[in-house]
C-alpha cells in the first residue's frame, strides 16, 4: 500500500466512526486533485476490509493485505474510467460498470464483515452511472460503504451529495509535502524536490506530474519580468522561443497553467490601482491561455503575450504608495 501523508485526522474521524458502528454509508472525499485522496479511501477499505479499524494498520502478511494488493479481494470493488483498446481512457464511467456492482450486493460479505465501494473519480461517471448509483445510495445494500472521490463535489448531482457525508481533504503542508516526496522519488536530487515543493500547491501528485519540467525555471524567467517589465523583450523572446518547439509541448501546456498562477499569486498583497491592474492582467492571461489549446494558437505568440501580461505588474509596483501620496 502507498503511505499516507498529511491525512491523519480524516483518517481517525472514519476509522473511530466504524470502530463505534456509526459509520455511514457513503462518503465523498473532497479536494484538489492529486493531493492524496484515492489513497486515503484505499488505505481506510483495507482497514475495514481486513478487521483492524482500532489498530489502523495492516500487516504485509494479512490475508487481506494479499487479496488486496492482488486485486482479488471479493469484497471490494473500485470504478474508474476503463482502457480502451487504443490505449486512452474512455471519457467516463459508464453505467454499465455501476450496474455491474450489483453481483458485488447479491450475496453476504465472503471474507471481511463488509463491502467496500471505492469510485476514482465519481465527477467521471457520466449521467446514467451517476442515477443507478443514486439508488444505492437511497437503499444502500447492507455492510456496503461507498467511498467517491472527488475533484468537484459541485459537479455532482445534488441528490448524490445529499445522501453522503463530504470530508473535505487540504493541500498538504510543506512537511508533509516533502516527505510524500521523498517517499515516492527517494533518488531525487534536493534542489529538485525543493523546486517541486515550491510549485505543488501541496499536491504531491500535481508536484511529480511537473517534475522535469523545469517550471521553477520559468517561474524565476516570470519573477524577473515582473521585477524588471523586461524592456528589451529579452526575457520574454527567451521563453517564446524554448516554449514553442514541437518537443517542449508538455512545457508549454504547463506554462499555460502557472502563468496566469504567477499572476495570482502576485496580486496578493496589492492595493489600490496596483491590485486592480494585477486583477486586470489575470484576467487577461487567463482567458488568453484558457483558449490557447482550443483555439490552436501560435504558441511562441501566446507566450510573449502571457509574458507582456506579467511585464504590466512592473510598471504598477509602486502604485499602492502612490495612491497614499496622492
Avoid at 481486513?50 to 487479496?67: C, K, N, W, Y
Avoid at 453476504?108 to 473519480?121: E, H
Avoid at 496596483?274 to 490552436?296: F, T, Y
Wanted: charged share 25%; with cysteine.
Amino acid at each position: 500500500m502507498t503511505s499516507i501523508f498529511g491525512h491523519d485526522t480524516a483518517r481517525a474521524e472514519i476509522l473511530n466512526a466504524a470502530v463505534a458502528g456509526r459509520l455511514h454509508h457513503g462518503w465523498i472525499f473532497a479536494g484538489p486533485q492529486g493531493i492524496g485522496k484515492a489513497s486515503l479511501a484505499r488505505d481506510i477499505t483495507l482497514c475495514l476490509l481486513a478487521g483492524r479499524e482500532a489498530i489502523g494498520s495492516v500487516p504485509t502478511d494479512h490475508q487481506a493485505a494479499h487479496l488486496f494488493a492482488a486485486g482479488t479481494h471479493p469484497d471490494y470493488a473500485e470504478l474508474a474510467r476503463l482502457e480502451k483498446d487504443s490505449g486512452d481512457l474512455a471519457r467516463n464511467i459508464s453505467v454499465d460498470q455501476v450496474r455491474g456492482l450489483s453481483r458485488l450486493f447479491s450475496t453476504a460479505p465472503s471474507v471481511s464483515q463488509r463491502r467496500v465501494i471505492v469510485i476514482d473519480a465519481a465527477d467521471d461517471m457520466e449521467r446514467g452511472a451517476a442515477n443507478a448509483l443514486l439508488k444505492n445510495l437511497e437503499e444502500p445494500p447492507r455492510d456496503v460503504l461507498f467511498l467517491l472521490i472527488s475533484h468537484a463535489p459541485s459537479r455532482l448531482l445534488p441528490t448524490i451529495r445529499s445522501r453522503c457525508r463530504v470530508m473535505r481533504l487540504s493541500p498538504l503542508s510543506d512537511d508533509a509535502m516533502e516527505a510524500a516526496l521523498r517517499a515516492a522519488v527517494p533518488e531525487m536530487a534536493e534542489r529538485e524536490r525543493a523546486e517541486l515543493l515550491r510549485v505543488g500547491g501541496g499536491s504531491p501528485g500535481r508536484a511529480l506530474a511537473l517534475s522535469g519540467l523545469g517550471v521553477a525555471d520559468m517561474l524565476d524567467a516570470l519573477a524577473r519580468i515582473a521585477e524588471t517589465g523586461d524592456p528589451s523583450n529579452g526575457e520574454r523572446l527567451a521563453l517564446a522561443k524554448a516554449l514553442s518547439l514541437k518537443a517542449a509541448r508538455p512545457r508549454y501546456e504547463t506554462f499555460l497553467e502557472q502563468a496566469p498562477a504567477f499572476i495570482a499569486g502576485q496580486a496578493k498583497g496589492r492595493s489600490g490601482k496596483a491590485l486592480a491592474d494585477a486583477i486586470a492582467a489575470w484576467e487577461a492571461a487567463r482567458d488568453l491561455a484558457g483558449g490557447a489549446i482550443p483555439l490552436s494558437l501560435d504558441p511562441s505568440a501566446t507566450v510573449f503575450e502571457l509574458c507582456s501580461h506579467v511585464a504590466t505588474l512592473a510598471q504598477t509596483r509602486n502604485a499602492p504608495l502612490m495612491d497614499r501620496a496622492g
